[in-house]
């Protein structure tokens, strides 16, 4: 700036001296304005181009007015408009910046697996992500500046708004519920700035249905152990009261002994299926000859048949093609186990049960129980696995079930990249078939060849 003021001064010096030379005194005033004029002039040409580039019609928006061209002005007039560019430059680079951070933010808020609306102080919506949108059918650009009582419409949400008390949430069916297949949603509204309103929506439906699974299994095994444990102190409290022959107590202690070993069964189905849920799948490195497991079974079920059946039933057993299977013994022996045993449990006396075992053209085994009992409706099929699913429940009781054999079997089956197949009609009997994926399947005879050639 001082260095202006030199330059205006040695101006003026300089037109007084040219005018001084020109007429003396009255030259020297005429010289001295008129460099003081010229220099107005030029400046008010500069002011004039800087305040046209301030005013030119890209000046309303940062962004062009940085990158529309800049007049090349000398000295003091140059420097406002580098010091301007810069400015600018930076607050655009800060907008660029904010919205980048805004993009990821909302980006951010689109990936949540919670819906996420953002109200305004009247309940309008002002954002939604793509959540949201899902829970309640909103349409993002549609339903924009509309009052979310006016879109959710279920009174225990419009009571919830009204009551304005958001310390807890409140359930609400999703818009895609159906009596079928229920969707329920946690919605909870949180305050924040100037009475606005965040709502948060969050599908629980897989919550909802554990949590009724769980209270059913706790019921259902109350109620299990419960049966048993009455009997038995029901005859602990006879033997202790009543004055009893040998003959009675034996009697009475045999009862005590089946209601004991009921309860054991009960317990170690409970224990076979925690073990199956909590353990990872096995691996293939464990093999298991078929004919070994065959045999297993085929003890089990002529032992429970002679048990049960004073007449027994026809059973036939068919190990097929001499194969090995991958997977844990135990686990295998149980699945089939169950399935003959329940067979043998369902199926009346002089009833025909066949096992077979086979190797598929494409390296799949098939075990299949395929008996002439009563046969199952369709309805129950796709429950016949759930744990304690009965549907005839006295002669499950009757015959020591638990109503975990099948849960235990589908577990197995699972864990072995394995499909439980049942096919069934009342009256037709039942087929129940274990298909084995043919990683976990290889015959005997191909193994025998292999070592044969190789020595
Ligand atoms: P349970 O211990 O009661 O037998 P399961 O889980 O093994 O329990 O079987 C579930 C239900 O499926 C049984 O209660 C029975 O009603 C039915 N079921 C199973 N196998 C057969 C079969 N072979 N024939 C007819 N019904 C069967």
């Known amino acids: 700036m001082i260095g202006r003021w030199f330059l205006f001064a040695a101006s003026l010096l300089a037109g007084g001296a040219v005018g001084w030379l020109a007429g003396s005194l009255s030259g020297l005033l005429a010289g001295g304005m008129t460099a003081a004029f010229a220099w107005l002039a030029i400046d008010s040409i500069y002011m004039t181009r800087l305040l046209r580039w301030l005013r030119s019609e890209q000046a309303s928006e940062a962004t062009q007015l940085v990158a529309s061209a800049v007049p090349g002005l000398p000295g003091m007039w140059g420097e406002v408009v580098g010091r301007t560019r810069r400015l600018l430059k930076s607050r655009e680079q800060g907008l660029i910046d904010s919205q980048a951070r805004l993009d990821e933010f909302l980006a951010a808020i689109q990936a949540s697996p919670s819906g996420v609306v953002l109200l305004d102080a009247q309940g309008r919506i002002e954002w939604c992500n793509q959540t949201a949108t899902e829970h309640f059918g909103f349409d993002a650009q549609r339903d924009l500046l509309q009052h ?82 009455t009997v038995l102190s029901g005859f602990i409290e006879t033997l202790q009261t009543l004055p009893l022959n040998d003959e009675e107590r034996s009697r009475y202690l045999t009862l005590m002994a089946q209601q004991s070993l009921r ?125 304690f699913y009965r549907i005839d429940r006295s002669r499950s009781r009757e015959t020591g079930g638990t109503g975990l054999g099948l849960a235990i079997v589908k577990h197995v089956a699972q864990r072995h990249g394995a499909e439980l197949r049942i096919k069934s009609q009342p009256g037709q009997g039942s087929s129940f078939s274990l298909l084995f994926p043919a990683a976990r399947v290889r015959r005997s005879s191909l193994l025998v060849a292999a070592g044969q050639r190789a020595t």
């Not at 818009?175 to 709502?199: A, E, F, I, Q």
């Not at 317990?267 to 353990?279: A, F, I, K, P």
């Not at 075992?357 to 085994?365: E, H, I, K, R, Y």
């Open 263 to 387: 309860m054991q069964t009960l317990v170690n189905d409970l224990l076979t299926l925690s073990r199956l849920e909590g353990s990872p799948s096995p691996g293939i490195a464990d093999w298991n000859t078929t004919d070994a497991l065959f045999a297993q079974c085929e003890q089990e079920a002529r032992a429970l048949s002679a048990v049960l059946a004073p007449q027994g039933h026809r059973l036939e057993f068919d190990a097929g093609e001499p194969s090995e299977l991958a997977g844990v013994q135990t686990e295998i022996h149980s699945a089939m186990s169950n399935l003959v045993t329940n067979a043998v449990r369902y199926t009346p006396e002089k009833g025909l049960i066949r096992v077979t075992w086979s190797v598929l053209a494409n390296g799949q085994g098939v075990f299949t129980v395929q008996d002439s009992g009563p046969g199952i409706a369709s309805e129950h099929l796709p429950r016949l696995t759930e744990r």
């Open 148 to 229: 979310i009582a006016n879109l959710v419409r279920e009174p225990v949400f419009k009571a919830y708004m009204a009551a304005g008390d958001f310390a807890h949430d409140v359930l609400v069916p999703g818009r895609s519920s159906t009596p079928s297949r229920p969707v329920k949603l946690s919605v909870h509204v949180h305050s924040y700035g100037k009475d606005r309103k965040l709502l948060l929506s969050r599908d629980i439906t897989a919550i909802e249905l554990a949590e009724a699974m769980r209270r059913d299994f706790v019921a259902n095994v109350s109620h299990e152990i419960r049966t048993p444990l």
